[in-house]
């Protein structure tokens, strides 16, 4: 491996055009031929891709005050890092699914999947009609771990979007569930290379 001894740079990374690539291991210097990164877009990137694009879609769409950004800012400021990427990270983790219809007499349980991708005890989940924003959290919280359940019971026919939420994330003066909590409302398909958004048409008769 080449290495070298300079008076005048000490430390030298990352790439000069796409020719060298310079380098530190263990405090030595070494450079290296470029190599173009591997890119065979499998069916796992493309969702995975999709599912970043929808998130930065999603941040614009409630990130539109300055009090609400602080706000994702305040929370983020122990990890170090701003409010966007704190949305960014818990969303690529999170996943949430239902079933596209549900149906009953008096009323419709749907039955909800999710996987969080933030602490359970700061986590919420959120039910939108459209209209109207409803925290349906189960009474005992949300547990970590993969494709965790529980139902939710609906008495009106209508259409449902569920979403992961981060219920830290609060402007002074507001009451939750607030459309600006709401992070992930999406789940990866991995067949399609895709996400699929976590919403149910129910039906109540």
């Known amino acids: 491996m080449p290495k070298w001894i300079s008076p005048l740079f000490t430390d030298i990374r990352n790439a000069l055009g796409e020719s060298v690539v310079f380098s530190n291991w263990k405090g030595r210097?070494?450079?290296?031929?470029?190599?173009?990164?591997?890119?065979?877009?499998?069916?796992?990137?493309?969702?995975?891709?999709?599912?970043?694009?929808?998130?930065?879609?999603?941040?614009?769409?409630?990130?539109?005050?300055?009090?609400?950004?602080?706000?994702?800012n305040d929370v983020a400021s122990p990890e170090q890092i701003s409010g966007y990427n704190l949305f960014v990270k818990e969303g690529r983790k999170s996943e949430i699914s239902v079933p596209s219809s549900a149906s009953g007499t008096g009323s419709a349980t749907i039955t909800v999947t999710y996987t969080l991708g933030l602490g359970a005890a700061d986590a919420r989940i959120y039910r939108y009609d459209g209209t109207t924003?409803?925290?349906?959290?189960?009474?005992?919280?949300?547990?970590?771990g993969a494709n965790q359940t529980f139902d939710d019971t609906v008495t009106v026919s209508g259409t449902y979007t569920y979403f992961i939420a981060d219920g830290r994330v609060l402007v002074s003066g507001d009451t939750a569930p607030q459309p600006y909590q709401a992070i992930s409302k999406w789940s990866l398909d991995l067949v399609n290379g895709t996400v699929i958004e976590a919403t149910c048409s129910a039906t109540v008769s």
């Open 29 to 72: 210097g070494y450079f290296r031929g470029y190599a173009k990164p591997a890119n065979p877009n499998t069916v796992k990137q493309q969702a995975h891709r999709e599912l970043m694009k929808v998130l930065v879609a999603r941040w614009k769409e409630i990130a539109t005050t300055d009090a609400i950004k602080q706000a994702w």
């Open 133 to 144: 924003w409803v925290d349906v959290t189960p009474a005992g919280g949300l547990s970590a």
